[in-house]
Nanobody, 124 residues
Framework: VQLQASGGGLVQAGGSLRLSCAAS????????MGWFRQAPGKEREFVAA????????VYADSVKGRFTISRENAKNTVYLQMNSLKPEDTAVYLC??????????????????WGQGTLVTVSS
């Protein structure tokens, strides 16, 4: 499984960005897809994840109400719509895939495949 994230960039506080992650796998709809982020000098942290159907979606408290994860299984792609961005959202955003049990979407070690990340910079 190869994951390619894109869509990062520089945006002012209050602005929006949409990240995309394309997966090269024939069984995309068998994977939970997650977004994580890592700011300079900080540990990688969970942002959001979605089951294959979108029936189970989990967000980190820090992004609830501002970020939306969605997936388009026919295109093997997962998205992260980020609104009302804050300077503290600045980080490299990584997508990940795994056969993750419900209730464990926020655990980094549950994901088997990782993309290279895309940088999001939010200026104040």
């Amino acid at each position: 499984v190869q994951l390619q994230a894109s869509g990062g960039g520089l945006v002012q506080a209050g602005g929006s960005l949409r990240l995309s992650c394309a997966a090269s796998v024939r069984t995309f709809n068998s994977y939970v897809m997650g977004w994580f982020r890592q700011a300079p000098g900080k540990e990688r942290e969970f942002v959001a994840a979605s089951s294959w159907s979108g029936g189970n979606i989990v967000y980190a408290d820090s992004v609830k109400g501002r970020f939306t994860i969605s997936r388009e299984n026919a295109k093997n792609t997962v998205y992260l719509q980020m609104n009302s961005l804050k300077p503290e959202d600045t980080a490299v955003y990584l997508c990940a895939a795994g056969r993750v049990p419900v209730g464990s979407y926020h655990y980094i070690n549950e994901y088997d495949y990782w993309g290279q990340g895309t940088l999001v910079t939010v200026s104040s």
